[in-house]
């Protein structure tokens, strides 16, 4: 039975810890370098933005948000195709909307891209989504919910349509192998 013994000596030691001193200036020079490059726009959100509603529910200068249509009928698609739709709004309130998060229901829908900046009162917007109907068939009913600073916070906007077709099973990797004895 041999034993393995291994003698580390101060210029080992020295080498390590430089290495490792390097490493972590390099991460934090990566971060610092990250955050640089994250450039200032125009987007700045007051105090004056967010909108507290009233004991009723109601508040006379609260951005509010008016979608052309809350309800997206795709008719009937074949399972694994994409559909991408582009639900329009208008800030109809008193002050600027802001679009905080827009979070699908599932996987299978993605929220593709929606306004980041204040949208002015009067100024129209859009938010895409896209529904991959993979792995879905039959009646389909999506939603994606959008949070906002106008009253109500939460709008959920809808996906609705058939999937038809059957999910083709994908090939093993590994194929079974089977020995045979051939007296």
């Known amino acids: 039975m041999k034993i393995f013994s291994m003698k580390a000596n101060s ?16 991460i934090v020079l990566g971060f610092c370098l990250a955050l ?4 200032s726009d125009d987007r700045q959100i007051t105090s004056d933005m967010i909108h507290f509603p009233s004991a009723d529910g109601s508040n006379e200068n609260a951005p509010m948000i008016a ?7 795709f008719g009937t698609l074949a399972i694994g195709e994409k559909y991408t739709h582009t639900f329009h709004f208008t800030n109809t309130g008193k002050s600027p909307l802001l679009i905080t998060q827009v979070n699908p229901s599932c996987g299978c829908t993605t929220p593709k891209d929606w306004p980041q900046q204040p949208i002015a009162p009067g100024e129209e917007g859009h938010i895409t989504v896209e529904f991959n109907s993979n792995g879905n068939s039959g009646q389909v009913d999506k ?3 959008v949070l906002t600073n106008s009253v109500p916070s939460v709008w959920v906007l809808r996906l609705q349509g058939t999937v038809i077709g059957t999910d083709v099973a994908t090939e093993a990797k590994h194929p079974v ?3 045979m004895e051939i007296p």
């Open 11 to 26: 210029t080992d030691l020295t080498v390590a810890m430089t290495t490792i001193d390097r490493v972590r200036i390099i």
């Open 143 to 145: 939603s994606v919910s």
């Open 36 to 39: 640089a490059a994250c450039k």
């Open 177 to 179: 192998q089977m020995e």
């Open 67 to 73: 979608f052309d249509s809350a309800i997206c009928r």
